[in-house]
């Protein structure tokens, strides 16, 4: 092939030599994505367990209002709804952590 100017022929690039051009802009593309959900799924995690240290919070409030009423059934109901609640956030948090180190983990040797 000829150039316009009649000169030396154009040289095109092969599409091995075309595909070993796109592959570091691909690889950008697919570690910007892959940061991107691993940081909106952290971002989700975090909102699940400050959701759960305020249920927490909530539970223990009404425990300390129960105690202060003096009335027992109020104090035993408060005091499962509170034993509840710091089992439920202990799941989340725990969940929230490895799910997070298994990211971490898959971001370190990905």
């Known amino acids: 092939m000829v150039d316009s100017a009649g000169g030396v ?3 095109r690039p092969s599409a091995a ?3 070993e ?4 802009a691909e690889e950008i593309a697919v570690s910007s994505t892959e940061r991107l959900v691993a940081h909106t799924r952290g971002k989700t995690l975090l909102a699940g367990q400050d959701a759960a240290a305020q249920r ?7 425990l300390w209002t129960a105690e202060q009423t003096g009335d027992h059934n109020s104090i035993d109901t408060a005091r499962a709804q509170v034993a ?3 089992t439920d956030f202990t799941r989340v948090t725990d969940e ?3 799910e997070m180190l298994g990211i971490s983990q898959t971001e370190t040797t990905g």
């Open 96 to 98: 929230a952590i490895k």
């Open 17 to 19: 030599a075309e595909a």
């Open 84 to 86: 509840a609640a710091q």
């Open 21 to 24: 051009q796109r592959a570091p």
């Open 9 to 11: 022929p154009e040289e």
């Open 56 to 62: 927490l919070s909530a539970a223990q409030a009404a």
